[in-house]
């Protein structure tokens, strides 16, 4: 059993992947390869005919290998370029190479729309018995997918020059999101006295800080440097929900929706029910929310206070010591799990040093031709950082676990990505509320687990809520700053059940998802994710130490099957009736009741 290093460095290594970083001639030649190989699978598919016959379907063979290695390489190039520029905002080079990397991909989007007109034109016998070959068969539930899709999208030719145009045109925009982020600072003021400028990752550490004053103070802080650039993020929002709306309408896809979901393999039905079992469990949450003001000695909690940490707060949690009781807990449910934790502690697979420049928030990156990962983070010491911590490197034994099998099977979507992650954060929090040396620190560390389900219930929910009007009423023109600010206070309110004093009115300024470019609707998957876990969690609870193959074969499913099917499969219950739904919200119940018996 490999031990962690000691001290545990909390800073990554990239010359591992590429030497150089922004500037590597190695990365260069990488991407120089990576366009030459996609322009000849682009030539080959263009004069390419669909098969007549079974026997036919075999001159494919090396073109789909060729895509599943492109497609390898784009999450290479892509991981990588993530890493610098959330490393270093200010990295220019980096932020020219995220230019060339989108468009390597939208070249790839080309040379597979292409192909999925093939599968599309391909006759159903034919078809069927494409399927049916050994070495197709593997990845017949993905190529199927693909052959679906291009039956509700345009034309080829159109879809390639919407991949086209989309470069500067989309996902530029997204990219001028992180050109704005990277110029906001917010001012604080030390122990010392002095004022530094913070950057937003190591403000948002700020945000549920122990001390009420230091929460407000910075937040105010906060709402003002997010309002300094508000006129610049709704103009990138607006132009991002612009064009997603016109692609959607040339296809003639009239619910804004129908991509999200389809990204997901979820149906409507599921998400539907899902949200309607979350709300007929809001007002024990809001009780939760209640009790909790009161221990603060507040009428009701502001923005700022919902986060704060409750009780007895022991002081800060170094680096070393949540590597160690992260590694401990993982151990106890799966060996494996914990090993794979050692190894990325050790070999520099984790961004975690609170230093400024870096971007905010927390990811998980895949690097599947180095069969590595990246985790990236801002850790302040806190029980909250650990957890994200612990939720990162679920997202990484989840690629870990995928590997080996072949590249279009691991292309598993944000809803269940969020799953790994979750029950990965939930091992290590439930054992800290188990393990907790006293009553008033119990209180403290199940209020911060709790915290989990007021984010996906509550906050992710108000996101949600926000996205799906702002794009009905961005069908009808552009949005000003302040209409975005009332439509998120109007969101908070109706998910919070007007529970909050104070709200969060340039929240989606502030918030990276809702700028993201890869995933429409970068809300509702958490919320899925994160009840999905919690109920295999319960399932993992009654069953012991032989849950975990289970566990692992789950999760190796997640990129071949749609949710419905892997939850009955693997779990045998039905995700489009409540009742597996209301069991996961029950855990959580549970939690907040146990709270509100302590906090009498």
Not at 390 to 406: I, K, R, S, V, W
């Amino acid at each position: 059993m490999e031990q962690l290093s000691n001290p545990v460095t909390p800073t990554w290594d990239l010359e591992k992947i590429f030497t150089g970083g922004s500037s590597s001639e190695a990365f260069r030649s990488f991407l120089d390869q990576l366009e030459e190989d996609l322009s000849s699978l682009n030539e080959g598919l263009k004069g390419a005919e669909a098969p007549k016959h079974a026997e036919d379907t075999g001159r494919f063979d090396d073109m789909i290998e060729g895509m599943q290695s492109a497609s390898r390489r784009i999450l290479e190039a892509s991981g990588f370029v993530e890493c610098l520029t959330a490393q270093d905002q200010h990295d220019k080079k980096a932020v020219q190479l995220e230019s060339k990397v989108t468009a390597l991909r939208a070249k790839y989007e080309t040379v597979m729309t292409l192909f999925q007109n093939i599968l599309q034109m391909t006759e159903d016998s034919v078809w069927e018995a494409w399927m049916a070959r050994p070495e197709i068969s593997p990845i017949s539930f993905v190529l199927s997918e693909k052959r679906h899709a291009a039956k509700e999208k345009l034309s080829p030719d159109l879809e390639s020059l919407v991949s086209d145009l989309a470069v500067d045109g989309y996902h530029g925009w997204g990219q001028h999101y992180d050109t704005i982020v990277a110029k906001v600072g917010v001012p604080y003021t030390d122990d010392n006295g002095e004022t530094v400028t913070l950057s937003v990752g190591q403000a948002a550490n700020k945000l549920d800080d122990p001390d009420r004053s230091v929460r407000d103070t910075t937040f105010r802080k906060w709402e003002e440097a997010w309002g300094g650039v508000a006129d610049y993020a709704a103009d990138t929002l607006n132009r991002l929900a612009g064009f997603r709306l016109k692609v959607y309408d040339k296809r003639g896809w009239e619910d804004v929706l129908k991509e999200p979901l389809d990204i997901n393999r979820m149906s409507r039905e599921t998400l539907d029910t899902m949200w309607q079992v979350i709300e007929e469990s809001k007002p024990i949450f809001v009780s939760y929310l209640e009790r909790k003001a009161k221990l603060l000695g507040l009428e009701k909690l502001n923005w700022s206070d919902v986060d704060a940490p409750l009780g007895e707060v022991t002081g800060k949690i170094t680096y070393d010591e949540a590597a160690a009781e992260i590694v401990k807990q993982f151990r106890n449910f799966s060996p494996k799990l914990a090993d794979f934790a050692v190894q990325a502690f050790n070999e520099g697979w984790i961004e975690a040093e609170d230093r400024p420049g870096k971007r905010p928030g927390g990811f998980c990156t895949s690097l599947p031709v180095s069969k590595e990962t990246r985790i990236f983070m801002t850790f302040g010491g806190t029980v909250s950082n650990m957890a994200t911590l612990a939720h990162e490197l679920g997202h990484a034994y989840h690629q870990y676990l995928m590997d080996e099998l072949p590249q279009f099977n691991q292309d598993y979507a944000m809803n269940v990505a969020e799953t790994a992650s979750t029950f990965a954060e939930m091992i290590v929090a439930d054992a800290l509320v188990r393990n907790a040396a006293s009553e008033k620190e119990k209180i403290s560390l199940l209020a911060d687990k709790i915290q989990s389900g007021i984010a996906f219930f509550m906050n992710i929910h108000a996101r949600f809520l926000f996205e799906t009007r702002f794009y009905e009423k961005r069908k009808q023109g552009l949005l000003e700053a302040s209409e975005l600010c009332t439509l998120m206070e109007e969101a908070q309110r109706e998910a919070f059940r007007g529970a909050l004093g104070e709200y969060h009115p340039h929240f989606w300024a502030s918030k990276l998802h809702f700028y993201i470019t890869g995933v429409p609707f970068y809300n509702f998957p958490y919320t899925f994710g994160y009840l999905f876990s919690t109920g295999i969690y319960a399932l993992a609870a009654r069953e012991g130490a032989g849950f975990a193959d289970k566990y692992d074969a789950l999760l190796m499913d997640t990129g071949r099957m749609t949710v419905e099917e892997l939850a009955a499969k693997h779990l045998n219950v039905d995700l489009k009736k409540p009742d597996f739904w209301r069991e996961a919200v029950s855990v959580v119940v549970e939690d907040v009741k146990l709270f509100l018996e302590l906090t009498k």
